[in-house]
């Protein structure tokens, strides 16, 4: 099923783990001008640092291990995400993994863009796509949903 975004409002989650929070902010700082035209949506620690560093308008939800990428999931299965910037830490393990890996798992599901690293997001916020119309498709789960049991 493909449906038009409009790119004016296009509504991003932010989420870094702590080794690498410093680098989301400053990556946030160069890309300020782009991010203040979204709407911006990060876990707990991660929106703190965005608001006071950054300057950025930002709508917290509660820290990661305490649910806030699975409240990012639940956003972006809502359909009310547009792109994902989640710097990760591959070098150290991480207590509440599966939350993570469901979390990317669901924008693969729902086809939403994921960066996961700084490098990835630079692609994706200088892409001509950032604020120009798109037409995206999203997956059509009417026949999971109504298969009988």
Same mark, same amino acid.
């Given at each position: 099923?493909?449906?038009?975004?409009?790119?004016?409002?296009?509504?991003?989650?932010?989420?870094?783990?702590?080794?690498?929070?410093?680098?989301?902010?400053?990556?946030?700082?160069?890309?300020?001008?782009?991010?203040?035209?979204?709407?911006?949506?990060?876990?707990?620690?991660?929106?703190?640092?965005?608001?006071?560093?950054?300057?950025?308008?930002?709508?917290?939800?509660?820290?990661?291990?305490?649910?806030?990428?699975?409240?990012?999931?639940?956003?972006?299965?809502?359909?009310?995400?547009?792109?994902?910037?989640?710097?990760?830490?591959?070098?150290?393990?991480?207590?509440?993994?599966?939350?993570?890996?469901?979390?990317?798992?669901?924008?693969?599901?729902?086809?939403?863009?994921?960066?996961?690293?700084? /490098?990835?997001?630079?692609?994706?916020?200088?892409?001509?796509?950032?604020?120009?119309?798109?037409?995206?498709?999203?997956?059509?789960?009417? /026949?999971?949903?109504?298969?009988?049991?």
């Amino acid at each position: 099923m493909k449906f038009k975004l409009d790119m004016s409002t296009k509504t991003v989650a932010l989420i870094a783990h702590d080794n690498r929070k410093r680098e989301l902010v400053e990556w946030a700082e160069l890309n300020k001008a782009s991010m203040q035209k979204c709407k911006v949506f990060a876990t707990g620690t991660t929106g703190k640092l965005l608001k006071s560093d950054v300057g950025l308008e930002v709508t917290s939800l509660q820290s990661g291990p305490l649910g806030g990428d699975q409240q990012i999931g639940a956003l972006i299965a809502e359909g009310r995400i547009d792109m994902l910037i989640f710097f990760w830490d591959p070098l150290e393990p991480l207590p509440h993994d599966q939350d993570i890996k469901a979390l990317l798992r669901l924008a693969v599901v729902w086809n939403i863009p994921v960066a996961c690293n700084r /490098a990835t997001a630079d692609f994706l916020f200088a892409s001509p796509l950032l604020f120009s119309d798109y037409e995206r498709t999203r997956p059509d789960f009417t /026949a999971y949903q109504n298969r009988k049991l």
